[in-house]
């Protein structure tokens, strides 16, 4: 069974930068897409980042374009998601999230809570 685990959450100042990995175990890492969810206070689940299996294609949420980017070591089994410029409304749950579409099959991570604050 899939497993994916997230880490690099914690308290930032506005302006600040944190990276969040994320490790997959339990399924051929390099055959999936993965994606970076959030889900704040109140609110829905909202999709942040992807990137397709070999890493030569990502996508972005409009509110993070420009601040946040995410990359993948098929190596490591590891995807990351760097954010530069932290924002108050950048706090949420940060969730991993690997998809094989064309196989119905897709894993999610326990999430890590990113929390931007003075």
């Known amino acids: 069974q899939g497993q994916l685990v997230e880490s690099g959450g914690g308290l930032v100042e506005p302006g600040g930068s944190l990276r969040l990995s994320c490790a997959a175990s339990?399924?051929?890492?390099?055959?999936?897409?993965m994606s970076w969810y959030r889900q704040a206070p109140g609110k829905e689940r909202e999709l942040v980042a992807s990137?397709?299996?070999?890493?030569?294609?990502?996508g972005y949420a409009g509110s993070v374009k420009g601040r946040f980017t995410i990359s993948r070591d098929n190596a490591k089994n590891t995807v990351y998601l760097q954010m530069n410029s932290l924002k108050p409304e950048d706090t949420a749950v940060y969730f991993c999230?690997?998809?094989?579409?064309?196989?119905?099959?897709?894993?999610w991570g326990k999430g890590t809570l990113v929390t931007v604050s003075s």
């Open positions: 990137i397709t299996t070999t890493g030569g294609s990502t």
């Open positions: 999230h690997a998809e094989r579409v064309a196989y119905g099959e897709d894993y």
């Open positions: 339990g399924f051929t890492f390099s055959r999936y897409a």
